[in-house]
Every structure is written in C-alpha cells, then in structure tokens.
C-alpha cells in the first residue's frame, strides 16, 4: 500500500442508532452520525455528555452497540487495532504522548501501530506539515509542554496515515495562540492528506471557525447547529 | 528461598494449634501397662518420621526415609517381627524446626516410636519432647551435642558429633602429615562453635596452630571469599564441617582460586553425600579426607547393599545410613520380648559391640549414661564419583585417649 | 589490600551473574509491568531440559542448548497464555501473585522429576585455567559469563533502543492502553516478551550451572541478591541491573573478606535501604516524567 492510496479510498463513516456508556451508566442513547470522506465534523457539548465516549466507541477502546457501524464500507470491528488496520487514528484527550520516549519514537510507534509501508516518507510528510516539531524529535515526550505534546500526539495520529482522523479535547488546557496554530496545521493536514476529520472540543467557537459542520450532543445524541447562532448554542448547553 | 519460608510458614500455626488439639485429646491413653503399648497392636507397629522433604535440603534427605521404608517393607513381606507388621508413616517438615515439632505433636498419640531424619536443627527442636512423653528416637542423623549429651531417655543415635569428629579429623591430619595451622569453614548445622573450639583445641593440644574460622550459612552462592581469605592465609590444613553441595562448592572454590591447602582437607559426615560426589571438582580428590559413620563403598553382602542394588542409592551414604538404622531399629524390636517403649530403650542400652548392619555400620554400644552408639570411625576419601574408606580411627569422647588409626586394608 | 582487590574483583564475577538473571526481570518488567518472581524457577527449567536432552537423549551439549533455548521460548509463550493473560483487569499486583504461585508449582515438579540425585554437576561450557588479576583467579566460565553479559546487554539495549519490536514494547510498558489504541498488537508482544525472558533466564541457567550445580532450587539463592541489585540499580534500566548486581557483588564479598559473612548480607541490605531513602529510583532508574 503507498501513502496515498489508503487516504484516497472511500472513507465514508456511517453509525446509526449506537449506545454505548461506562458500566450501567449510559451516555449514548441511539446516536446517529455520518462523516463524508474529506469532510472536517466538529463536536460540541458540555462535559460529560458523551463527545470521548462517542470516540472511544468507534475505535473499539469501550464495549457498545449499535444497529450499523461503518467505515469505508465495512463494519468497525470492536478492536482499537482493528480500527487503526481500518483507517482510523485516534488522539485521545490529554494527549496520552509516550513520556518517557522521544518525539522521533513517538512518531515511529505511530507508524508501527498503522503498519505504514513506506514510514520514512510518510513521517516526512508528516513533519513537514508541523515544522515547530522538527526541533523537538530528540527530546523525551514526557518533558514538552502542554501545546507541544498536543502537537506530537496529533502527528503520531498523522503518521499512522488515517482516513479518519479523531482528535479528543485538542484545546483543552492550552493558551489561545497554542490552539490557534495547532488547529490550523490539524486541519489543513488533514485536507492535504485527504483525511476527514471528527474533532470533538468543548470549544465551540474553534470548531465553528475550522470545521466543515458542527454538531452538538445532547441526551445522548447528536443535533446539528450552526455555531454562529450563539441562542442555539446556550440552550443546548445550559 | 524467601518466599518458600514465608508460604510454608503461613500454615504452620494452623497445623500447630490443630496438632496441639490432637495431643491434647490423646495424651490421656498412653498409661496403659503390658504389651498395650501406644503404637502396638497385635498385627501392627507404627513408626514415624519428620523428614526434609521439601526446600533445598529435601534432596539429599529423603534418601534416608525411603531406604528405611525399602527396609521395613522387605521386613514385612518376610513376615514382618513376632507376626507383627510395620507401618510407616513421614511427614514433611522443610528443615524446620516448628514444623517438625508439630509433626511430632501429629504422631505423639498412636506412634510406637520416631524414626531419625535429617537435620541437626529438626532434631534439636523435638528431642526434649519425644523424651519427656517417652517417645523412643531412634538414630536421628544429627550432629549437636545437646541432643545425646547428656544421654537423654530415649534419645539414641549412632553418629557421630560434630565437634567430637572435627577434633577426630584433626588428630587423623596431624598422624597422617605431620602438624601444622589449620583454618575451619563451619555450616552453621545446628550448634556450631562447638565444632570449631575443638578442632582449635585438638591442633593447640598436637602442637599445631589455628589460623582462623569462617562461618557460612547453608546455599552460600558464592565461596569465593573464603577461598581467598585461606588463599592468604596458608593453612596446612583446612577443617571443614559443611552439608554436601555447600562442601563441593567450597571445595570447587578452592581449586579455582588455587587456594587448596599444602596438606589436607578435611570434613565431617555432614560432607559425606551424594550430592558432594555428583558436584566436587576431582582435582582436589587426593587431599580430601571425610569422616564417615559408615563404611564406603558398603560391604558387598550387607543386607542394605543387596536391598539398595541397581538403584542410585546403594552408592548414597544417606541412603545406606537410613537402611542401616532401619535395621538397627528392627533388630531392637525383634531383641525386646515384651514390646514397650521403655523395654525397646532397656535392650538398646544393653548393646555392646553390636554388629546391627555388618558391612556397613562399625560395632554399636550403648550404656545409659552413653547414647552414641558409635565406636570408631571410618575415613573415607572421594574417588571419581565414588567414596572409599581408607582408614579406620577409634572414637569417642576423650579423643586424648584413643589409640592410633588403622589403614583400611 | 591484595585481599581486599581480589574480593572485589571475585565480587565482579559473581554480580555478572546476578546481573544477568536480573536482565530477565528488568526486561519484563519494562515491557508489562510485571515483576516476575518465576524467573529463577523458569531458568531452572530451562537448566533442566538442556541436562535432560543430554542424559536422556543422549545429545553434546551444543544441541542440548539449543533445544532448551527453543523449549524455554514456547514456555514462556505457554506461561503468557494460561497464567498472565486470563483476567488482565485483575491488575499487577494480582499477576505478580500468580508469578509467584507459579514459581512454587514450578519448584515441585522440578523436586518431583529430578529431586532425587541433585543437584549434578554440569558441563562447564569453556575449560581452561582462567586468568589471574592480583591474587584472585577469573575462571574460564567467569570470563564466558562477562562476555555473554556484555553481549545480552547490548543487544537488549540495541533491541529496545532501535528496533520496532522493542520501541513497542516500551510503549505497552508505559501505557498499555495507549499503545492499544495505536493498534499495537497488546497479546503477540507480551508473549513475545515472555518468551525472550524465558530465553534469556536459561541462558543464564546453563552458565551458573558449572559454578552452582543444577538443582530444583539453584537460583533461589541467588535471586534474593539479583532482586537486591536489580532494585539497587533501578528497576526499569538494563546497564541499572548489571551495575546493581556488581556493586551488591563487591560490596557483599568485600566485607565478608574485610569482617565477617554475616556481615556481607548485612552491609548489602543497609546499602539497599540507604539507596531506596535517597534515590527511590534506584541508581539509574529515571524518575516517572509523565507532566500531568
């Protein structure tokens, strides 16, 4: 397989009706979500009404259920190494960078767990993409700053080359400027690369300004917005 | 090693406080008078042992129990003694001390008497109690003195202590080579600073000198130390009183580290073992000299020899020691008319110059004031795989005393 | 002063060999967390088939080594699959547990088939006369040992250092959800871990049976130094282990040779203690560096 012809398949995500939740308490009750191939989806909703439930249940890290469980055609088999041999990187929240590895190892394993062929060129590609990184590679993971790991742990995701790209909280705890260039080189990665983006942030208005479409859970299931309509945006928070 | 102690030990209390129910319950039945001995029936006596069968020691131990039970099994398809048949019962007790106590405390209510097992420290633990309750303890393989010295009732043993063979293996280095220093490297077998205070005080005695001792626990990894310390200090002689492995250890170490000294080497029974022949370093064999409580190889017509043939025990000397005492053991049953603890004890203490294992065991004597049957004992040195008694010493308590050893023909 | 230089120098040569058992633990507990306490007993085992395959077979010892080697490796496999990986929500603690268990059951089925008659001697794999440094005298197999150790040691070094394989295992070590999620295969590198320590515990078994004999329980007295030295060093650093094992090696023959054999242990186990107060690591054991 080359770098380019995974991302260039049909990578259409299609979920109908999933409920999945911790133990007997269930956070997803039958939500309904499509990601065209190459569309960037944000998703919105206070803490905890189910946006990492939501990503943890497609890449197979939490027990769920659901009438149909797509990607690019075929069913999401409940397996996080499964999911990754599919198409689809997973960043999850906090960043989860391998501490006491380098940036370079942090990548490699990224392209170890994606089974990329042709690593060196990809990570290139990758690096190229977030220049800030280059200084970086040899440092321990465990030791960068916040915006930083942040940065890693999405070019680790790159690296695995998804069509699907899921980032968890990618704000969350970091300054303004350290969102503002990170979301920018996430997202125009991902239309150069041809991947689709799912983006889950409690931050709404970053999501309004990158993403294609933004939806909003709430109850347990998804209800599309307009970001801008700032009355629909309160009602659905508070 | 830990962590074995520590799991074997959990239980122990358990087996302890249940043991101590059990004798608690059955101490009241043993006053009974006549031939309705604790132990004895019409067709049965029951015997009993606490024997190492499990750790680093259960190797070279469990020998001795199975070549008693070979024997008492052979006893017993011969019609067994006076019509009556022999049961034998060994409990483990891992080499330690509380274990073999509540072993005893298992066996106290229906044993006729205990078999001896391995161990020094097993048998230090239990051997006031088996005498207090009357128990007869028949040939513990140990070496402390306080066990027989002063002669307990009940309590018999037919070798030889430590202390009194390492002044013994002195005195046969001193005949043999000539006097000179010697440096003692001590297990601590139960009591041990007996057993160098009088190999100091036998070479003082001889006109030798003493260099210095060195104190090593059993499953020591590494003797190298010491072989150095003696490489330094040129010992004519070093005096050693060691378990098996811990003896070939040591003396692989010495070879190593070219520390074996000018004259000679010399050891207790407690060397005597196949795990020492399986695991020494030749090199050293010609200046090895063990004392032995049993003749090797085993006279060829000993009952125990031909018992053993064709199994690795007949080249044991743990194993043929066992079927040795077990042959003792029934000879002083087959000898006690009317068969109570306290007649077995009065039959023992009769033996003069008693052949009881012919071939293999020197002439026991007992008195009640003497509970260390041996006489004299053999000197043995390794050859290849195999021990070969060289020369004969008289033993006893006053080594002063003794007269000169005899070559083995 | 020559004692003294030969003692540590002999001390050397016996915490190679402590060290070297302590690379099986280390490597395992880098790879999944879990402290092994069957890794004296498997080595044993591994001992054990290379004698067997000698004795009962009738093979020279090259042949006898490697089919220990490959029996050791499927062991491990059979280990990972029937007593670690059932249950895995049952957390370290519970597992190292079952290592133990392991270890005793183990231990009894070496007493129960080759009890009787050990410990034997084994065919020391290098003969010759050694080397002599001051007064002490480094043995041909000591000599074997170091080189071994040194090239075990680099290679584990080079596997975890470079190659996916290890980068892999050191991922699963740190966050084996993570590395899950990353689509590591979580099951296929931890039975290959096991299996590698297995391989490496025999290894070690089939050098230290010269010098020690091969008995059921020949490394038991040995791991309580390797553990020693293993946490003295860090528990998670290779070049850690081996420094561990030494300085416990030194320190240990020294002072019997300087005081007493008592107080070899003695002075060991204080040392320990003062490493642990001041360096809770362990010597070059990294602190967590995990920014929360």
Known sequence: MTAGSRAAASAALRISNLRAGYGKARVLHGLDLAVEPGEMVGVAGPNGVGKS??????????????????????????????AVVQGIAHVPEGRRVLADLTVEENL?????????QDFASVRQGVVDRFPSIV????????????????????????VAQPRLLMVDELSLGLSPTAVASISAATVSSCRELGASLLWVDQNLAILGKHCDRVILLRDGVAVDIDPRDTGATNSAYF | MQTSGVRTRRWVPVVAALALLIGACGSGGDSAGGSAEVGVSADTIRLAASQTLSGPGAASCAPSTDAAKLWFDKVNTDGGIAGRKIDFEVLDDGYDPARALANVRTFEKDKFAMVGACGSATAAAIYKTLSQKGIPFLFPTNGVSEVVKPASPGIFQVLPLYEDQTASMVRYGFEKSGKGSIFVVVNPLGAYQSAIDSAKKQATDLGG??????????????????????????????????GGSDSAKFVNALVDQNAVPAKAILGTTASVAGSFLSSYNPGAASKIFFGSAIQLPAGKDADCTKLLAGTPAVDDPIALTGCASARAITTAITETKDLTRANLMKTIEGWQKKEVAPGILAEL????TDHIGISSLFIVQPQGRAFRTIATCPYGEDVQSQGACTAAA | MGLLLSAGISGIAVGLLYGMIGFAIVMLYKSTGVANFAQGTLATLGGFVCWASMTDLGLPLWAAIVVALVASAVLGVAVYF??????????NLNI?????????????????????????????????TGVQVADFVVPAQSLLIAAVAAAIMGTLWALFRYSNVGLSFRAMAEQPDTARLLGLPATRLSAATWAISAVLGTVVAILLAPSSFLAPSTMESYLLFTFTGIVLGGLTSLPGALLGSVIVGVVSNVTIVALSLEAGVLVVFALLLVVMLLRPQGLLGRPESVRL
Not at chain 1, 141 to 147: E, I, N, R, T
Not at chain 3, 86 to 91: I, K, N
């Open chain 1, 135 to 158: 200084p970086l590679l040899h440092r321990k993971a465990g030791l960068l700053s916040g915006g930083q790991q942040q940065l890693v742990a999405i070019a680790r995701g790159l």
């Open chain 1, 108 to 116: 490699r394993i990224g392209g170890i767990g994606g089974r990329v």
């Open chain 3, 96 to 128: 190292t547990v079952r290592t133990l268990g392991l270890s005793l059951l183990l231990l009894a089925v070496m007493e129960w088939r080759w009890g009787a008659g050990a410990p034997y001697r084994f065919p020391a794999i290098v003969e010759g």
């Open chain 3, 82 to 91: 029937v007593v670690i990986r059932p249950r895995p929500s049952a957390g």
């Open chain 1, 53 to 82: 439930t939501l990503l943890k249940a497609i890449s197979g890290l939490m027990p769920r259920m659901a009438d149909r469980m797509e990607f690019g055609g075929a069913p999401l088999k409940q397996s996080p190494v499964d």
């Open chain 2, 365 to 368: 004597s007992f008195s009640s």
């Open chain 2, 209 to 242: 000198t003493f260099t210095n001792s060195a104190v090593a626990t059993l499953g020591t990894t590494d003797y190298t130390p010491i072989a150095l310390q003696i490489k330094q200090a040129k010992p004519d002689y070093v005096v050693m009183s060691m």
